[in-house]
């Protein structure tokens, strides 16, 4: 009568261990741990890093909070800085998801490292003077005078070639007492009064109204400046950084930019 008790309790032996198997394949290697659950909304959610131009730096916060909102459980980070810079963040290795620059130029350069691009915005140049004009800066021609503080940012950054470009075209020599990293250096040293004049983006100057009085370039003396924006090949999340790229572009997120005074793609 035991051997059937035996072989009883050595069946039960195996099928206890045939059922623990695969619960301990999904608990102790964290195989199903810390997977971003879908949102409900067809993004996914994740904690993303967004590598974006200096003059991104007011909208782009705002952007992110709707963005966080439309997909809860989402958190967005940005890092700004100058294109130039990020591009060399991004050749460095940093870890990122996205990207967005003022140029497409710079997003060129970095064809190797990125998904296909999009544009999502455009922007124009001014010249930012202080508030009230006191130096009664006219047009990009005054920017000649030898006796005005001017500042411009460096040929390296976006809105430093552009503002060399415009100058060029106009014949027109200008000897900055700086040259700045990005376009908000350039607005910050006029704002404080360390400039008389600089040339930013247009929206750059909106953010800075109670400081500074933006003086209108004419379409036909001014340059566009292109907002793309792509993925990086590098990135953990790539499916959820598709997607914020992707909403960058979506009639919410455009309202957004508008707002802000950016210009459609």
């Not at 072989?7 to 741990?33: E, F, K, W």
């Not at 800066?137 to 390296?156: I, Y």
Request: hydrophobic share 45%; with cysteine.
């Amino acid at each position: 009568m035991s051997l059937p008790v035996n072989r009883r309790r050595a069946a039960a032996a195996v099928l206890a261990t045939a059922l623990l198997i695969p619960l301990a394949a999904c608990g102790s290697d964290g195989s199903g741990a810390g997977q971003a659950e879908d949102s409900g909304s067809g993004a996914p959610k994740a904690d993303l890093t967004v590598l974006a131009a200096s003059s991104l730096t007011d909208v782009f916060k705002e952007a992110g909070a709707a963005y966080e909102k439309e997909i809860p459980g989402t958190k967005v980070t940005f890092s700004f800085a100058g294109s130039q810079e990020l591009a060399a963040q991004v050749k460095q290795g940093a870890p990122a998801d996205a990207l967005v620059t003022a140029d497409t130029r710079t997003m060129d350069g970095l064809s190797g490292d990125t998904g296909k691009p999009a544009v999502i915005a455009r922007n124009r140049l001014v010249i930012a003077v202080g508030e009230g004009n006191p130096e009664k800066v006219g047009n990009l021609k005054d920017l000649a005078d030898p006796k005005l503080k001017v500042v411009l940012a460096a040929p390296e950054v976006p809105v430093g070639r552009y503002s060399e470009q415009i100058l060029d075209a106009r014949k027109t020599e200008v000897k900055p007492v700086s040259l700045e990293p990005n376009v908000r250096a350039v607005l910050s040293k006029v704002s404080l009064g360390e400039a008389d004049a600089g040339i930013v983006y247009r929206t750059d100057a909106a953010t800075a109204a109670d400081k500074v009085d933006a003086i209108e370039i004419p379409d036909a003396e001014n340059a566009i400046a292109s907002y793309p924006a792509a993925t990086l090949k590098t990135s953990k999340h790539g499916e959820a950084a598709a997607a914020f790229v992707d909403w960058l572009s979506t009639p919410a997120a455009q309202k957004i930019l508008r707002g802000a005074g950016f210009q459609q793609p």
